[in-house]
């Protein structure tokens, strides 16, 4: 099984500022990962796929990239609605999905 | 829009079995190249693959569920289904039904929340 791994767990962040999400495969899975945004009380949305292409209606704020075992995801200038759990899930052997990254207001 | 939507018992006594139906509208449970998977997320904590249903009918599960896992579907109800035999307090969660391709998942349900408890 690969394992996902997310850094870091909790994000502060000020509204306008831009945070910077990890995720760490524990084997390569190519360019084979997509990230995710949930909400409280919502299921997940698909925000990129194929580690770097935005997903139908994501705004350009959102940024991925990344190959092999390193991936990043970007959001350049926080917005309210952008406060969210943030998962990376890989689909080169199977479909796993890391622990999450919170991203909350500082 | 495809939409789809959990159904099923809240609540589930330990050594049971866990059932939910996921019901597809908007779109054909049979079209060509797509899974139709379960994902289940425990309180507080992050998302776990169950298992998913190809198009065709060929199944896949998480080989940590596997031995407990069954999936099927019923076209002529645009449906499919998750079995979790012999649940404990660990299988609480809330569960949910998705499409995906290969890749990634990109219509879900809103998700059910089920409790094992006695």
């Known amino acids: ?12 962040v000020s509204p306008g500022e831009r945070a910077t999400l990890s995720c ?21 949305r698909l925000l990129i796929y194929g580690a770097s292409t ?7 704020r959102f940024s991925g990239s990344g190959s092999g075992t390193e991936f990043t995801l970007t959001i350049s200038s926080l917005e309210s609605e952008d406060f969210a759990v943030y998962y990376c899930q890989q689909y080169n052997n199977w ?3 890391g622990q999450g990254t919170k991203v909350e207001i500082k | 829009q495809l939409q789809l939507q959990e159904s099923g018992p809240g609540l589930v006594k330990p050594s049971e079995t866990l059932s939910l139906t996921c019901t597809v509208s908007g779109g054909s449970i049979s079209s060509n190249s797509f899974y139709w998977g379960w994902i289940r997320q425990p309180p507080g904590k992050g998302l776990e693959w169950i298992g998913s249903m190809y198009y065709s009918g060929s199944t896949y599960y998480n080989p940590s569920l596997k031995s407990r896992v069954t999936i099927s ?6 449906q499919f289904s998750l079995k979790l035999s012999s649940v404990t307090a660990a ?3 809330v569960y949910y039904c998705a499409r995906h391709s290969s890749a990634f998942f990109d219509y879900w349900g809103q998700g059910t929340l089920v409790t ?3």
């Open chain 2, 116 to 118: 094992v408890s006695s």
């Open chain 1, 95 to 97: 479909w796993t999905f």
């Open chain 1, 54 to 60: 935005r997903a139908t209606g994501i705004p350009a």
């Open chain 1, 1 to 12: 099984e690969i394992v996902m791994t997310q850094s870091p767990a909790t994000l502060s």
């Open chain 1, 24 to 44: 760490r495969a524990s084997q390569s899975v190519s360019s084979n990962l997509g990230w995710y945004q949930q909400k409280p009380g919502q299921a997940p």
């Open chain 2, 73 to 78: 579907v019923d076209t002529s109800k645009n």
């Open chain 2, 91 to 93: 299988d609480t969660a």
